[in-house]
């Protein structure tokens, strides 16, 4: 989670133009510091105190409370590094929900294993559920949050698990094989919303062709039945079959396909509305800033080309601060392509046993069809 990911992201997003401050590419906007009002519609205020005794004297740690452990070891400035990304989140999603972009990104977000009273995962605060709540208060009747990372989104599975206004879907390396465990088919929701949390759990191994096809078996039909106001997408990249923590074999022209159809998904059914936080990711010089500089160009509504030569301007800031040679390109070269659902699927493969299995878990409970 070192910062330079988003560091070298948005060099990279500069370079290309993605991102701009004359009237090309997206606009980069300040982002205020979340207040303790914003971090209570979700944590526990035990939390938030927690982290601020730690965030003063890092030596004194609280495993209780999740902070001093493996996955989050405490550090000075702790709870305003923290709160400026669940600011940022928030700003973001309060410019879509007001009409004043149609679509923002938060790169640094997607902290998404936050829950309500423990940091866990690398997350301390839960940017998302906090952006999430901040529109259901603001008027959102339904929201729709797909999130992409590698690993489960437990978090916000957990904070909306009973709240029939947000669908959740997860597609993420099944929880046998990977942090944090959970994240199966048979986690539907609780009482008063059975249905709307939705886990594809990935087989280990699964590349472009795979995931597409679990993709769009699942995601675009579900959110077409729900009819969200708003997708909210968490964008970790370590799927990619470079990311060390995980064994999914995606390629950047493959998570870029998701982008798109994420986009494309956000103009059928919410007029647009789409807010894209970041997430994990942790092959930090040859996957992340490529994967997150299609994000956004995508959100800025020019996707570019992964034949796009990486500018030398930008390679040489990374050997020089580095000595890591960066890619030359923007893609892999691959082009990814896959077998549409609706021709049947396998019992024989994992995969398709995987999606069938959330399918008949969900489905009902929308009034589709679980078979192709």
Not at 61 to 82: Q, V, W
Not at 98 to 120: R, W, Y
Request: charged share 20%.
């Amino acid at each position: 989670m070192n910062p330079v990911r988003v560091d070298l992201t948005m060099r990279l997003a500069r370079d290309l133009g993605v991102v701009g401050d004359s009237g090309s590419g997206l606009v980069a906007v300040p982002a205020p510091d979340a207040t303790d009002d914003d971090l209570l519609v979700v944590h526990d205020p035990a939390l938030i105190e927690a982290v601020r005794r730690s965030s003063a004297d890092p030596a004194r740690t609280d495993p209780r409370h999740g902070l001093g452990t493996d996955d989050n070891p405490t550090f000075s400035h702790m709870h305003e590094a923290a709160r400026h990304v669940v600011g940022a989140s928030v700003e973001a999603a309060r410019r879509v929900w007001q009409g004043e972009a149609v679509h923002a990104a938060n790169i640094a977000g997607g902290l998404h294993h936050a829950m309500p009273d423990h940091a866990s995962g690398f997350c301390v605060y839960n940017d998302v559920a906090v952006a999430i709540r901040w529109l259901l208060d603001h008027g959102a009747k339904k929201v729709a949050y797909v999130d992409v990372d590698v690993h489960h989104g437990d978090g916000v599975q957990q904070i909306f698990y009973d709240d029939p206004r947000v669908l959740t879907i997860s597609l993420h390396e099944t929880g046998q094989m990977l942090f944090p465990g959970t994240g199966f088919p048979a986690e539907t929701g609780g009482p008063n919303a059975i249905g709307t949390s939705v886990n594809v759990a990935l087989p280990p191994g699964t590349a472009d062709a795979g995931w597409l096809r679990a993709f769009h078996a699942v995601v675009p039909p579900l959110v077409r039945a729900f009819e969200p106001e708003i997708l909210v997408t968490q964008q970790g990249c370590d799927s990619h079959r470079d990311d060390p923590l995980a064994h999914l074999m995606l390629t950047v022209d493959g998570q870029r396909a998701s982008y798109l159809a994420l986009h494309d998904l956000a103009h059928e059914v919410c007029g647009g509305r789409w807010l894209a936080v970041g997430g994990g990711g942790y092959a930090v010089v040859d996957v992340v800033p490529r994967s997150w500089t299609h994000l956004l160009a995508v959100v800025g509504g020019a996707p570019l080309d992964p034949g796009t030569e990486t500018p030398p301007a930008w390679r040489d800031h990374v050997m020089e601060s580095l000595g890591r040679v960066a890619p030359g390109r923007m893609g892999d070269g691959r082009e990814p392509a896959y077998r549409d659902w609706s021709g049947g699927y396998d019992p024989n493969t994992w995969l398709d046993r995987a999606v069938h299995e959330t399918r008949a878990a969900v489905f009902p409970e929308h009034g589709l069809d679980p078979l192709p």
